[in-house]
């Protein structure tokens, strides 16, 4: 395994990405509504991206359509976006990968659609916070168990389950770059953190029993059980100073898009 280091203009370049992503994000969230289709997000946000003058990673990555991938309610990743209409009490977890100047952003957030079940507001809490908590363990001198054991604790603490099959990864001129990054673990295990690392850590969890199924299409990844799913992501890089965030989709929430990126969009 070779985790490869990004100098400090490497990691910009990865936060230019990481802006026009969360932005991205930002529009998903506006439009996401009961009625909208996962082809019209999709669509939206392929716009969006190229209008940045970037490239959404995902589409034509090993085949796959898509610019997002559009995953409802018990589909954990990987979902085609297509026909599927949003309803009220869906949740939707939409994953997202920038390129800008060769360098590859990727996030994922679970969107409530309208007021949804206490279940899926749990679950959607527990699996963020989880993904914060795990930032939090992104420092010089921690080691990568570390990271993947904070996500299995407060996901289990919540009474909920961590996938198995599926990992986070490193990021940077590639999109899937090592480590693996598991959403469970020993503390004190695995590869030391160095600062110039940058990791897409994703927590996927399931209300139910933690095992998966494949989907009819070879992509879509369901809980087996039928219990719903979340996915929150992030690309977090490991500076002197602690984790920096580089896809920064939490931050102005409720904001909407500016008017020039409105404009842009709708261009
Ligand atoms: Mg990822």
């Given at each position: 395994?070779?985790?490869?280091?990004?100098?400090?203009?490497?990691?910009?370049?990865?936060?230019?990405s990481?802006?026009?992503?969360?932005?991205?994000?930002?529009?998903?969230?506006?439009?996401?509504?009961?009625?909208?289709?996962?082809?019209?997000?999709?669509?939206?946000?392929?716009?969006?991206?190229?209008s940045?003058?970037?490239?959404?990673?995902?589409?034509?990555?090993?085949?796959?359509?898509?610019?997002?991938?559009?995953?409802?309610?018990?589909?954990?990743?990987?979902?085609?976006?297509?026909?599927?209409?949003?309803?009220?009490?869906?949740?939707l977890?939409?994953?997202?990968?920038?390129?800008?100047?060769?360098?590859?952003?990727?996030?994922?957030?679970?969107?409530?659609?309208?007021?949804?079940?206490?279940?899926?507001?749990?679950?959607?809490?527990?699996?963020?916070?989880?993904?914060?908590?795990?930032?939090?363990?992104?420092?010089?001198?921690?080691?990568?168990?570390?990271?993947?054991?904070?996500?299995?604790?407060?996901?289990?603490?919540?009474?909920?389950?961590?996938?198995?099959?599926?990992?986070?990864?490193?990021?940077?001129?590639?999109?899937?770059?090592?480590?693996?990054?598991?959403?469970?673990?020993?503390?004190?295990?695995?590869p030391?953190?160095?600062?110039?690392?940058?990791?897409?850590?994703?927590?996927?969890?399931?209300?139910?029993?933690?095992?998966?199924?494949?989907?009819?299409d070879?992509?879509?990844?369901?809980?087996?059980?039928?219990?719903?799913?979340?996915?929150?992501?992030?690309?977090?890089?490991?500076?002197?100073?602690?984790?920096?965030?580089?896809?920064?989709?939490?931050?102005?929430?409720?904001?909407?898009?500016?008017?020039?990126?409105?404009?842009?969009?709708?261009?």
């Amino acid at each position: 395994m070779a985790i490869i280091k990004k100098s400090p203009d490497e990691i910009e370049k990865i936060a230019a990405s990481g802006r026009v992503l969360a932005r991205c994000h930002r529009l998903m969230r506006s439009k996401a509504r009961p009625g909208v289709t996962t082809g019209d997000l999709d669509a939206a946000a392929e716009r969006f991206i190229r209008s940045q003058g970037a490239e959404p990673v995902f589409k034509g990555y090993r085949g796959f359509p898509g610019s997002i991938c559009a995953s409802p309610n018990s589909m954990v990743v990987h979902g085609i976006p297509g026909s599927y209409e949003l309803k009220r009490g869906d949740i939707l977890s939409v994953d997202i990968g920038v390129q800008l100047d060769g360098w590859v952003a990727d996030a994922a957030v679970t969107l409530p659609i309208g007021p949804i079940s206490a279940v899926a507001t749990g679950l959607l809490a527990s699996t963020r916070e989880a993904l914060f908590e795990a930032v939090e363990q992104c420092r010089p001198d921690n080691r990568l168990g570390d990271v993947c054991a904070a996500v299995q604790r407060r996901v289990e603490a919540d009474g909920y389950s961590v996938i198995r099959s599926l990992v986070g990864h490193g990021v940077g001129r590639d999109m899937h770059e090592d480590p693996q990054i598991p959403n469970f673990g020993r503390p004190g295990s695995g590869p030391e953190l160095e600062e110039g690392m940058v990791l897409a850590i994703e927590p996927m969890v399931n209300a139910g029993s933690h095992e998966v199924r494949m989907g009819n299409d070879d992509w879509a990844v369901y809980s087996r059980d039928g219990s719903l799913a979340a996915h929150f992501e992030h690309t977090v890089a490991i500076t002197s100073n602690g984790p920096r965030i580089l896809s920064p989709w939490h931050e102005g929430e409720e904001g909407s898009l500016s008017a020039a990126e409105g404009a842009a969009v709708r261009a």
